[in-house]
């Protein structure tokens, strides 16, 4: 029986992968700000240890991990799956939203991954899938705060990956692109309030674009749920997962992109070496 850690386990991604850990037999550590969500939704079966955890509290990740510990004896798969965006412009966006997207999305993943890593030490053996976005491998319009979070993870995910592998504790960083979950509505999307005019041939387009998008998305999160649930035993994975069409055309356009400026550039890029 594996034993999954997972954030943000009450709704999305969290929720559908714990559904499916649970039917499959395995355990969960599910987490959340709620337990009353979690508890609401998937009852108490045997295989469930639900409880609370707010990611930008070091203190109750701590106390999280040790009580999967004392309860199952072992975490084999971490999922950091909490995490919210931040729609606006980067000037729009005010210190204190840009604070706390960084709170979550980057010190969350922080600090349960520090929570959990000494157990997984321990028993040289575990993997960890981060949830990125393709807003962490190209930045967009109106997206920039939350991207710059994303980014961020992936070069934890990428450093972390190198780190443990000797280890053998498997990092992967997880890149949906648009599914058809609530991360477009108010609940899981903030948006700024200041809106600049000078923006919104850019920003104000990706607004609306949003609006219209929501719950039509082109990625099917029960799908992502399966594929990540049978991703745990795949030997040798890799240091990034992109799931999605989307994802996948966004990351080709910008390999060419960037082959196109190697290529403009590369006699000035290579002559600043001694």
């Known amino acids: ?18 559904e499916k850990v649970l039917a499959q037999g395995d355990a969960v550590v599910a987490t959340s700000r709620s337990i009353k969500a979690i508890t609401d939704r998937f009852g108490s079966p045997k295989n469930l240890l639900a409880l609370p955890l707010d990611v930008t509290r070091e203190d109750q990740a701590i106390a999280a991990a040790k009580a999967a510990i004392e309860h199952f004896g072992k975490i084999d ?28 999305n980057v010190f969350g993943v ?29 930045g967009a319009a109106g997206f920039g705060v939350y991207s ?40 899981s999307l903030s948006t700024s309030p200041v809106q600049i005019s000078d923006y919104d041939a850019t920003v104000g387009k990706v607004r609306r674009a949003a609006l219209e998008l929501n719950h039509s998305q082109p990625g099917d999160p029960s799908k992502l749920a399966s594929v990540l649930v049978s991703f745990i035993d795949t030997p040798n994975p890799p240091v990034r997962l992109p799931l999605g069409s989307d994802t996948v055309a966004a990351i080709e356009k910008k390999h060419i992109e960037d082959a196109e400026i190697i290529a403009k550039w590369r006699e000035t890029s290579i002559s600043t070496d001694f």
């Not at 029986?1 to 714990?18: D, E, P, Q």
């Not at 798969?77 to 706390?100: K, M, P, Q, R, S």
């Open 1 to 18: 029986m594996k034993v999954w850690f997972i954030t943000g386990a009450s709704r999305g991604f969290g929720a559908l992968i714990t």
């Open 77 to 104: 798969v971490l999922l950091n799956n909490a995490g919210f965006g931040l729609l606006g412009a980067v000037e729009e966006a005010t210190e204190a939203e840009v604070e706390a997207v960084y709170k979550t």
């Open 148 to 187: 710059s979070t994303k980014f961020a993870v992936e070069g934890l995910s990428e450093a972390l990956h190198a780190e443990l592998m000797p280890l053998n504790i498997y990092v992967t960083v997880v890149e949906p692109g648009y599914f058809r979950t609530d991360f477009l509505d108010v609940t």
């Open 110 to 138: 922080l600090n349960v991954t520090r929570a959990v890593l000494p157990y997984m030490r321990k028993a040289k053996s575990g993997r960890i899938l981060n949830i990125s976005s393709i807003g962490g491998y190209r």
